[in-house]
């Protein structure tokens, strides 16, 4: 199966701190690829090395087999790829329908429909839609990130720890959300919470120290327990 | 383990000192001396701002409210009593209270804000120090300013020289050792990196209010010299243009090495001098600045470590004086002299 | 009464051409978190070559066309030469700004001679009318009017248009606007060539207001627009508004009741709100 992103051996600093050592994984296209670690582990920094947030000291990355590194981030989003920030980012002065229309960057049909799609599996978003997304709850501004993401043909979905902070119930909604999405789109997914990683994930990279350490098939590594324990601190 | 340097450097810098003695027997003009003090004085005033600036990492926009303030409290106080020595000290003494005081309190206001509000907050202040001196006729003269008679011993254009240079001297000596004190090194960190060093435990703001607080001091004596030197003050003291001539000094020469502000000075008093004197061939050299302007701002994209920091680090092959040292600690056992 | 409000006009109109100066500047800071000290300088470009088309021309619209010209070429010159190389770092871009502020000032005297100019109104705002027991100066009425009409147009753009959405949120989180795609420098850079049309159109308006006109205005404004813009709060549009018409007002009234302390007026409002209320009196969302 063709990799939609690949990347080889990549290093990366935060400021003056070396946090990724050596990440290399690969994510096949049609499936939801799981990262997963301890905090502290480098999780966010892969995501937003991806981005272009963070620069690429050594390594590769490609997206749909050309190299993305050193690229700036509006051409690496715009090549196909949508991100969803561990804090959100969603822009508290405006609505949530502005915070969809920034996002948006046709109006065509096609734009339209994802809209009325992700709308849909997020009714909160239209109760919402004139409400400033300062003002939304932790998991409003959840789905509103996600919405933000998907509603462009992204080819590639980043999604950062949607269940951070989150109450069971929206934990399910979200699950349950991203598993709808799967369908349509490539994602990775940076997890803690197991129970929903191991809900919606095929493959796994587990990410430790800025490095990546163990990987396989979702479904083996409910089975391994040492590499739980080892890694995640589950036992 | 730089000590040998440092020993060398000093030795230049003396020797330089030394050879500036001679000056006033070879340059008998009383206008070329006077430009001579002209840099001694803007030198001191420059150091000053470079504590800030290029020590601290601090922006002022009104630093000249300190020079200000030195210039007038000297001439008030020459002014309305008898022009001796006492008066001139006595004057002297009020200058740097002042000084010390308005500074703590601006300091203490603003420097626990962003960058930019002590910017503002001060260009604010000495704007209205500008407006006090204009409008407190009685004690000012306004904006035309007022005459006043010096002390005997500094009415010789000779001694005037001597005295500014030797302060100049002294204070370079007496800031690059508070520079490297162990109080200097964490206002190097701050400049480096504010955030780790509050996290390493210091009081990052109270660091910064005692480092404006000796350059408000440092640069209101700069004042003091300067209102002798003229024999006369007005309202110019307190102008932006003097903020401004003082930050092209210090980025010119180079910010964070203290000899670069003293090398700036030098190189914009003559150059205003010479630029000026060339007005008479062609009347683009009485817009002088844009050159000047022109070349300050090239200096900021290609050399901002100014003349100085860029021969230290090309041909000196010494790293930017960046806070490389212990991290680890609170910085105070640890730091040895000239590392 | 008719004192208070001839006053009243008069703060307004002050305070109107101060908004359009400090419009421009507290925009480029909230979006790109960039200092200019060289506002000042697309201002008095505008003044000068607006009335110099003016009275070349006879025509007051044409030298407000030309000085709105110069101001977005001198916008795109100096967000590239000046600005692009200094960006995310604020020591630098202060330095920086600063220096150019003083070549474009400079610049004035060589282009257009080292003097002080004389401008008059052109006929049709000359002169002004009576309403009851009040003198209306045509002039500052239009000036408010104009002031109101750019206030109204910008806001329907922030608030309507998708590129108005994308400089809103670009203030709050940029890094969040490129990752959905979006070339936040070349939103800026229009911003920035938009606001220096601002303080270019500010610039001329200025110059028929006052009716003098000279290259110390650069720096003198540049310093008032900060002002401006740190009362209002940096990054906020609709705080620049608020603020420009407070220090117009204050200048205003101080400048009839307690002429000696009208020069101080600017620096006593920022002083007391940055002791009081340091992040200025509208805080930009985050």
Redesign the interface.
């Known amino acids: 199966m063709e990799n939609l992103l690949e990347l080889k051996k990549v290093e990366a600093f935060v400021q003056h701190y070396h946090i990724l050592h050596d990440i290399s994984f690969e994510v096949p296209k049609g499936e939801v690829t799981v990262l997963l670690g301890r905090n502290g582990a480098g999780k966010t920094t892969t995501l937003r090395t991806i981005m272009g947030l963070n620069r690429v000291s050594k390594g590769s990355i490609s997206f749909k087999g050309e190299s993305i590194v050193g690229r700036t981030t509006f051409d690496i989003a715009n090549s196909g790829i949508g991100y969803v920030p561990e804090d959100q980012g969603i822009f508290g002065g405006l609505t949530v329908g502005e915070n969809l229309r920034v996002a948006m960057k046709k109006e065509d049909e096609k734009t339209t429909e994802r809209l009325e799609w992700i709308l849909e599996l997020f009714p909160d978003l239209k109760k919402f839609w004139k409400k400033e997304g300062g003002q939304l709850s932790g998991g409003q501004k959840q789905m509103l990130s996600i919405a933000r993401a998907y509603v462009n043909e992204n080819d590639l979905l980043l999604i950062d720890e949607p269940s951070k902070g989150l109450a069971p119930i929206m934990v399910d909604k979200v699950t349950e959300s991203i598993q709808q999405m799967k369908e349509q789109t490539t994602i990775v997914l940076v997890e803690q919470n197991f129970m929903m990683a191991s809900q919606i994930g095929t493959r796994f990279y587990i990410i430790d120290d800025g490095v990546t350490v163990h990987s396989g098939a979702m479904d083996e590594l409910k089975e391994d327990k040492q590499s739980m324990k080892k890694y995640l601190g589950i036992s | 383990m730089n000590l040998r340097r440092v020993e060398t450097s000093t030795w230049i810098y003396l020797a330089i000192s030394f050879l500036l003695i001679f000056i006033p027997f070879i340059v008998t003009g009383r206008s070329m001396q006077f430009i001579f003090i002209q840099i001694f004085i803007f030198a001191i005033f420059a150091m000053s701002y470079d504590i800030l600036?290029g020590f601290t990492?601090i922006?002022s926009f009104g630093h000249v409210m300190f020079f200000g303030i030195g210039a007038y409290s000297t001439a008030v106080t020459l002014g309305r009593m008898d022009a001796t020595i006492g008066s001139f000290v006595l004057g002297a003494i009020i200058a740097l209270v002042i000084a010390a005081i308005v500074s703590l309190i601006v300091g203490a206001?603003?420097l626990r804000?962003k960058?930019?509000?002590y910017?503002?907050?001060t260009?604010?202040?000495a704007?209205?120090f500008l407006?006090?001196a204009?409008?407190w006729r009685s004690v000012t003269g306004g904006n035309d300013g007022f005459t006043f008679s010096l002390p005997e011993f500094f009415r010789d254009s000779e001694t005037m020289y001597w005295f500014s240079l030797l302060s100049m001297v002294l204070i370079f000596f007496g800031l690059r050792r508070f520079t490297r004190s162990p109080f200097g090194r964490v206002l190097m960190a701050i400049r480096e990196n504010e955030n780790r060093t509050e996290s390493l435990g210091f009081q990052v703001t109270y660091y910064k209010v005692l480092a404006s607080v000796v350059a408000g001091v440092v640069a209101s004596f700069a004042g003091v010299l300067y209102a002798l030197s003229l024999r006369f003050v007005n309202t110019a003291v307190f102008a932006?243009d003097l903020t401004?001539d003082v930050?092209?000094m210090t980025?010119i020469g180079g910010v964070g090495t203290l000899i670069g502000p003293i090398v700036g000075a030098g190189l914009v008093e003559f150059a205003h001098h010479w630029l000026s004197g060339l007005a008479d061939v062609h009347w683009?050299f009485?817009?002088w600045?844009?050159l000047?302007?022109?070349v300050?701002?090239l200096v900021?994209?290609f050399f901002?470590l100014g003349i100085v920091g860029t021969i230290q680090s090309k041909f000196m092959n010494r790293p930017v004086r960046a806070l490389r040292t212990n991290r680890k600690s609170d910085g105070k056992k640890e730091n040895r002299k000239g590392a | 009464m008719e004192l208070f409000i001839s006053l009243v006009i008069n703060g307004l109109a002050t305070g109107m051409l101060i908004f359009l100066l400090a419009a421009g500047l507290t925009l480029i800071f909230g979006l790109m978190s960039v200092l200019n000290f060289a506002h000042g300088g697309l201002f008095i470009w505008g003044a000068y070559t607006g009335v110099w088309v003016f009275q070349m021309t006879n025509s007051f619209t044409l030298g407000i066309v030309a000085a709105i010209l110069i101001g977005l070429l001198l916008g795109l010159v100096t967000e590239r030469l000046v600005i692009r190389p200094v960006y995310g770092n604020h020591m630098q871009q202060i330095l920086i700004t600063l220096g150019f502020m003083l070549v474009l000032q400079e610049l004035i005297k060589v282009a257009f001679g080292p003097d002080q100019k004389a401008v008059f109104p052109p006929d049709f705002l000359a002169g002004s009318f009576m309403v009851g027991d009040i003198v209306l100066i045509k002039y500052r009425l239009f000036i408010i009017a104009v002031g109101i009409l750019v206030f109204v147009i910008a806001s329907l753009i922030l608030k309507k248009s998708r590129i108005g959405l994308i400089v809103r949120a670009g203030v709050m989180d940029k890094e969040m606007v490129q990752a959905l795609g979006i070339n936040i420098k070349l939103v800026f850079m229009l911003v920035f060539m938009t606001g220096a049309g601002l303080a270019a159109l500010s610039g001329i308006l200025h110059a028929v207001y006052s009716g003098v006109i000279y290259a110390e205005m650069g720096l003198e404004f540049s310093i008032l627009a900060f002002i401006v813009v740190v009362i209002g709060g940096m990054g906020s549009f609709p705080g620049s508004l608020f603020a420009a018409i407070l220090v117009g007002l204050a200048q205003a009234f101080m400048a009839y009741y307690v002429p000696a302390l009208s020069l101080a007026v600017n620096m006593l409002l920022m002083t007391i709100v940055l002791i009081f209320r340091p992040q200025g009196l509208f805080q930009v969302k985050g």
Do not use: Q
Request: charged share 10%.
């Open positions: 600036l990492g922006i206001l603003t804000l960058s930019h509000f910017a503002m907050l260009l604010a202040l704007g209205l407006v006090l204009e409008k932006t401004i930050l092209l980025i683009i009485e817009r600045i844009i000047y302007g022109i300050y701002v900021v994209i901002p």
